[in-house]
């Protein structure tokens, strides 16, 4: 089959299209024929081999699985024979640790939700990753409610474009922060207001918020918590830090703080759900959020999609069609 296979940690040109075997599921697993899947944060971080902490889980001088690819949206070519919720030409839809950037993947049946009925591969494929890490950071570190004031630092990329829909469809009103050009796409999915931080500065404004949810990383402890209430939760998702352990230092810092403040201090760290991808598939389906999408390439294109994303020109997710 056709895939991208990766053997080194480097830049996108370490990647290429080439052919791999076809994998051959278990008893337990489900052979899905992919036609779509996304770049996500995880696919840069096994790329480069950064940080290098990492590497641990990943493979010491090279990665252990060579297809990389974390989400998917496809048909079901085979089932296992333990297999009970899904059957030949089902559209199904995942969040998984490799794979996805190839014709096919053997995906564990526990992994898989039915795809939403109302997108197409390609927009269904935009969703596992982002929108469960949302969907975490938001209501479960978050504890997001009606009513409140919600903070998205981030809020024009693949989680934020997403944090920033759950949350208002949750009833809160919502602040967006993102760059000029971005302005327009975070007001257009339903944020109440928009900062943009090339003009502003939020942590020096007046407004309170009781919930911010921050994936850009480009603001300090203190400065985040001068403009949280005093029973404020701060959600730390930012991958940014340095290329040893990444950002597990800020996150240090946030737990080693956290005993002495009354505001709450939380690190996410978001891990494959299918219970929240059938809540998402019902949160799209009825229309209260819907995937943003930059850019489409083609599988043989993932070296230069990978290019792009990570000079970090992207906005909302980009799409690989199969």
Same mark, same amino acid.
């Given at each position: 089959?056709?895939?991208?296979?990766?053997?080194?940690?480097?830049?996108?040109?370490?990647?290429?299209?080439?052919?791999?075997?076809?994998?051959?599921? /278990?008893?337990?697993?489900?052979?899905?024929?992919?036609?779509?899947?996304?770049?996500?944060? /995880?696919?840069?971080?096994?790329?480069?081999? =950064?940080?290098?902490?990492?590497?641990?889980?990943?493979?010491?001088?090279?990665?252990?699985?060579?297809?990389?690819?974390?989400?998917?949206?496809?048909?079901?070519?085979?089932?296992?024979?333990? @297999?009970?919720?899904?059957?030949? #030409?089902? =559209?199904?839809?995942?969040?998984?640790?490799?794979?996805?950037?190839? =014709?096919?993947?053997?995906?564990?049946?526990?992994?898989?939700?039915?795809?939403?009925?109302?997108?197409?591969?390609?927009?269904?494929?935009? @969703?596992?990753?982002?929108?469960?890490?949302?969907?975490?950071?938001?209501?479960?570190?978050?504890?997001?409610?009606?009513?409140?004031?919600?903070?998205?630092?981030?809020?024009? #990329? /693949?989680?934020?474009?997403?944090?920033?829909?759950?949350?208002?469809?949750?009833?809160?009103?919502?602040?967006?922060?993102?760059?000029?050009?971005?302005?327009?796409?975070?007001?257009?999915?339903?944020?109440?207001?928009?900062?943009?931080?090339?003009?502003?500065?939020?942590?020096?404004?007046?407004?309170?918020?009781?919930?911010?949810?921050?994936?850009?990383?480009?603001?300090?402890?203190?400065?985040?918590?001068?403009?949280?209430?005093?029973? /404020?939760?701060? @959600?730390?998702?930012?991958?940014?830090?340095?290329?040893?352990?990444?950002?597990?230092?800020?996150?240090?810092?946030?737990?080693?703080?956290?005993?002495?403040?009354?505001?709450?201090?939380?690190?996410?760290?978001?891990?494959?759900?299918?219970?929240?991808?059938?809540?998402?598939?019902?949160?799209? =389906?009825?229309?209260?959020?819907?995937?943003?999408?930059?850019?489409?390439?083609?599988?043989?294109?993932?070296?230069?999609?990978?290019?792009?994303?990570?000079?970090?020109?992207?906005?909302?997710?980009?799409?690989?069609? @199969?």
């Amino acid at each position: 089959m056709k895939a991208i296979v990766q053997e080194k940690y480097g830049t996108p040109d370490v990647l290429r299209i080439g052919e791999a075997d076809k994998p051959t599921p /278990g008893d337990d697993d489900v052979l899905v024929r992919v036609h779509a899947s996304s770049v996500t944060h /995880g696919d840069l971080v096994t790329m480069t081999g =950064e940080p290098y902490l990492g590497r641990l889980a990943f493979g010491l001088r090279g990665p252990k699985r060579q297809v990389p690819g974390r989400d998917i949206a496809g048909e079901v070519e085979a089932v296992g024979k333990n @297999v009970t919720r899904f059957r030949p #030409g089902d =559209e199904v839809y995942a969040e998984i640790s490799a794979g996805g950037f190839a =014709e096919y993947a053997s995906v564990p049946e526990k992994l898989l939700c039915a795809k939403p009925a109302n997108l197409s591969f390609a927009e269904a494929a935009a @969703v596992p990753w982002a929108a469960n890490t949302a969907l975490q950071g938001l209501r479960d570190r978050g504890e997001l409610a009606r009513g409140q004031k919600v903070l998205i630092n981030g809020a024009s #990329g /693949g989680v934020g474009t997403f944090a920033v829909q759950i949350a208002k469809a949750a009833g809160a009103e919502v602040t967006g922060v993102c760059s000029t050009r971005n302005v327009e796409l975070v007001r257009s999915i339903g944020a109440d207001h928009v900062v943009d931080y090339t003009r502003e500065d939020f942590t020096t404004g007046d407004r309170r918020y009781d919930l911010i949810f921050d994936l850009a990383g480009n603001h300090s402890l203190s400065a985040f918590r001068r403009v949280l209430n005093p029973r /404020g939760i701060l @959600v730390l998702s930012s991958s940014k830090g340095n290329r040893w352990v990444g950002p597990m230092g800020r996150l240090i810092s946030a737990l080693m703080l956290a005993p002495f403040v009354r505001h709450r201090l939380r690190s996410l760290m978001a891990s494959p759900s299918p219970d929240n991808l059938a809540e998402l598939k019902e949160m799209l =389906e009825s229309g209260r959020i819907a995937p943003a999408i930059d850019r489409t390439y083609a599988l043989s294109d993932v070296p230069e999609a990978m290019r792009y994303f990570s000079k970090e020109h992207a906005k909302a997710k980009i799409v690989i069609t @199969v």
